[in-house]
């Protein structure tokens, strides 16, 4: 149980495009998501948290224009990177806790993102 | 606020030696804690959690870690290492909001 799955597992794309990467439970309802970015050989850092139906909450110094997330399901959440750069090259991952009030997150396995 | 240490970016053990990773925190509320693995290219993996009940858990993969309020810790502690058990663990705190803060990840190196 309590599995949570990333789409998709790799992207590259060109400086300039928009790539979006999904989140899913796949065995609860997660009323909360997190997404988090991990930088080569480093810990991770929280970028957001997604409460579903309602708008993210995000971490000082991440621009909430550039990293677009919908949690518009108990099972999805969306993060959407608008004008990718070289610099946002990255491992994203998302995690999720249950919608009954569980302290633990289960953790997606990842989206390694390659900007050109 | 709430941080997480961990002692030592690297630890190599041979095969079938104790493994001993450390983690302190400091935290205003009483914690809940975690300690996670990661793979190469994966996300994270729950290994265990503590939630205030019995001071010692027991995880997976033969795991375990003792909470000690005293000294403010939650090492994460093995008989005997494996070569399967090479990969980067991560301790991390949170409080009653359920916000994770991750301590900067060990990396454990495990010989033959």
């Known amino acids: 149980g309590a599995v949570v799955s990333q789409h998709p597992s790799w992207v590259i794309c060109k400086s300039g495009t928009s790539v979006k990467i999904e989140c899913r439970s796949l065995d609860f309802q997660a009323t909360t998501m997190f997404w988090y970015r991990q930088f080569p050989k480093q810990s991770l850092m929280l970028m957001a948290t997604?409460?579903?139906?309602?708008?993210?909450?995000?971490e000082q110094g991440v621009e909430k224009d550039k990293f677009l997330i919908n949690h518009a399901s108990l099972t999805l959440s969306t993060l959407t990177v608008t004008s990718a750069h070289p610099e946002d090259s990255s491992f994203y991952i998302c995690?999720?806790?249950?919608?009954?009030?569980?302290?633990?997150?289960?953790f997606g396995p990842g989206t390694r993102l390659l900007v050109l | 606020a709430q941080s997480v240490t961990q002692l030592g970016s690297h630890v190599s053990v041979s095969e079938g030696a104790l493994v001993l990773l450390r983690c302190n925190y400091s935290?205003?509320?009483?914690?809940?804690l975690f300690w996670y693995v990661q793979y190469p290219n994966q996300g994270l993996q729950l290994l265990l959690k503590?939630?205030?009940?019995?001071?010692l858990v027991k995880g997976i993969n033969g795991f375990e870690a003792e909470f000690k309020k005293s000294e403010t810790s939650f090492h994460l502690t093995k008989p005997s290492a494996h070569m399967s058990d090479a990969a980067e663990y991560f301790c991390?705190?949170?409080?009653?909001?359920?916000?994770?803060?991750f301590g900067g990840g060990t990396r454990l190196m495990v010989k033959p």
């Open positions: 503590y939630t205030s009940a019995a001071t």
């Open positions: 991390a705190v949170s409080d009653a909001g359920n916000m994770l803060t």
């Open positions: 995690s999720a806790r249950d919608g009954t009030g569980g302290e633990t997150q289960y």
């Open positions: 935290s205003s509320v009483p914690p809940y």
């Open positions: 997604s409460n579903e139906g309602s708008k993210a909450t995000y």
